[in-house]
Antibody, heavy 120, light 107 residues
Framework: EVQLLESGGGLVQPGGSLRLSCAAS????????VSWVRQAPGKGLEWVSA????????YFADSVKGRFTISRDISKNTLYLQMNSLRAEDTAVYYC?????????????WGQGTTVTVSS | EIVMTQSPATLSVSPGERATLSCRAS??????LAWYQQKPGQAPRLLIF???ARATGIPARFSGSGSGTEFTLTISSLQSEDFAVYYC?????????FGQGTELEIK
């Protein structure tokens, strides 16, 4: 079964750091780009970051550029989102989503999400 | 950044009727437009890609149309499980951007 499973969410103080993980199974992890998408409480979806299958290309939303980094460990079939200098507005459910099952940019498989709360 | 604008914000429709949801892009995205459905407490689910192609397992009552800057998602004969929030997303340019969503509610 094709699956993505996020972990690493939690409560963190403003200015703090957190690393999210997304474990992939059931497909060739290195063949697909993966995105992080977040959803603030009661709000819509916001694309955050993406990484190519090889890991050679990364992309970020302006709202997180310079604070977040994305990486992947092919040997562990795992995607990471390192979040630094966290702000209250980063509070959200963070989803990882596979791209490429139907072409680049189409998010065809989603994890269940992990919740990040930034608060003092 | 391409801004995606969905209308209406909320749509009230009776079961068995047709629903038409709109999505407008601030610039040309060609056919690089996807639609997702999200139910409370769940992750989004891909419905449509390439503006009009249904993803695997999506019922034929869901159809997408449009190109360029104007897109439509039509759900014919609404079923109880179709009441949810729907998002459009462009993948023609970086950054990927989503519309703000249309909530489809039971009338």
């Amino acid at each position: 079964e094709v699956q993505l499973l996020e972990s690493g969410g939690g409560l963190v103080q403003p200015g703090g750091s957190l690393r999210l993980s997304c474990a992939a199974s059931g497909f060739s992890f290195s063949s697909y780009a993966v995105s992080w998408v977040r959803q603030a409480p009661g709000k819509g979806l916001e694309w955050v970051s993406a990484i190519s299958g090889s890991g050679g290309n990364t992309y970020f939303a302006d709202s997180v550029k310079g604070r977040f980094t994305i990486s992947r460990d092919i040997s562990k079939n795992t995607l990471y989102l390192q979040m630094n200098s966290l702000r209250a507005e980063d509070t959200a459910v963070y989803y990882c989503a596979r791209e490429g099952g139907y072409g680049g940019g189409v998010m065809d498989v989603w994890g269940q999400g992990t919740t990040v709360t930034v608060s003092s | 950044e391409i801004v995606m604008t969905q209308s209406p914000a909320t749509l009230s429709v009776s079961p068995g009727e047709r629903a038409t949801l709109s999505c407008r892009a601030s610039q040309n995205v060609n056919y690089n437009l996807a639609w997702y459905q999200q139910k409370p407490g769940q992750a989004p689910r891909l419905l449509i890609f390439g503006a009009s192609a249904r993803a695997t397992g999506i019922p034929a009552r869901f159809s997408g149309s449009g190109s360029g800057t104007e897109f439509t998602l039509t759900i014919s004969s609404l079923q109880s499980e179709d009441f949810a929030v729907y998002y459009c997303q462009q993948y023609n340019n970086w950054p990927r951007t989503f519309g703000q969503g249309t909530e489809l509610e039971i009338k």
